[in-house]
Nanobody
């Protein structure tokens, strides 16, 4: 499966963004899809994931501000981010793993899309 993340941009603190992870080649419901982010000089950290069966898991660092969902008609996974903070500034990546189990380690994901930059100003 090929993935493409989009929807990033520049927003002020408190604003919202919705990121999309579009897939081609296979249906996303066959995969667990994870979102990760990487700030400059930092490691790539887990944000959220949705399994093929629809189970979700959100990182504690963004819980209450982020939701993840899947639009099967568009073969897209969405990451809705609200009440954004400057510390949310990062390149956001989506990734896929073929097993239907939620995982938070980037090493568990096989396919990665190109990232989309989110910049939150104070």
């Amino acid at each position: 499966v090929q993935l493409q993340a989009s929807g990033g941009g520049s927003v002020q603190a408190g604003g919202s963004l919705r990121l999309s992870c579009a897939a081609s080649g296979r249906t996303l419901s066959s995969y667990t899809i994870g979102w990760f982010r990487q700030a400059p000089g930092q490691e790539r950290d887990f944000v959220a994931a949705i399994s093929g069966s629809g189970a979700t898991y959100i990182a504690d660092s963004v819980k209450g501000r982020v939701t993840i969902s899947r639009d099967d008609a568009k073969n897209t996974v969405l990451l809705q981010m609200n009440t954004l903070k400057p510390e949310d500034t990062a390149v956001y990546y989506c990734a896929a793993r073929e097993r239907d189990a939620l995982r938070t380690s980037r090493n568990e994901y096989d396919n990665w899309g190109r990232g989309t930059l989110v910049t939150v100003s104070s």
